[in-house]
């Protein structure tokens, strides 16, 4: 059933899931918007179906026309992706739990906790407040 769509809501008031006609034309919306995304096993975009294959649309990032999760290369580099979007957070990868940070293992400080390549470490960044004391590694053993 089409129904006319006023705004982000149907005659009833209600945010609205399914086909409708708005003054752009025929649209799929999800909760009164125009779908953005796989629904039912199709890609929209702005409400319209598309064929993506792989690559960035709306800034999600698809990889054999589903919104891609782990990691892919976006064409510029390696990223951990999460329902297309690089993934910031604690996340599982081959090489087990891991913190990423826009889509890479943190490296540095964040949130007041130190990471090398999306480990927890207790030690503070060597590089500029040990080099002198540890110059070959990394992560220096000396406490904050």
């Known amino acids: 059933m089409m129904m006319e769509v ?5 005659k009833m008031g ?3 899931t399914g086909w409708g006609i708005d003054a752009d ?9 125009y779908a953005n ?7 929209y975009v ?5 064929s993506v294959k792989n690559g960035y649309v709306n ?15 976006d064409g510029s580099d390696w990223y951990f992706f999460k329902d297309g979007r690089k993934y910031t957070g604690w996340g599982i990868d081959g090489n087990g739990e891991r913190y990423f940070v ?3 293992y943190a490296n540095g400080q ?3 906790k130190n990471y090398v390549d999306g480990k927890r470490k207790n030690s503070m960044w060597a590089h500029e407040k040990c080099s002198k004391h540890c110059p070959q590694l990394s992560w220096c053993s000396i406490r904050k």
């Open 6 to 10: 006023i705004g982000i809501s149907s």
């Open 25 to 33: 034309g025929e649209h799929y919306y999800v909760n009164g918007k």
């Open 110 to 112: 964040y949130n007041g």
């Open 59 to 73: 800034n999600l990032f698809y990889s054999n026309n589903q919104l891609a999760n782990s990691w892919h290369d």
């Open 46 to 50: 702005n409400g319209k179906e598309e």
């Open 102 to 104: 826009n889509g890479k």
């Open 14 to 16: 209600e945010k609205y």
């Open 37 to 43: 995304g796989r629904y039912n096993g199709k890609n």
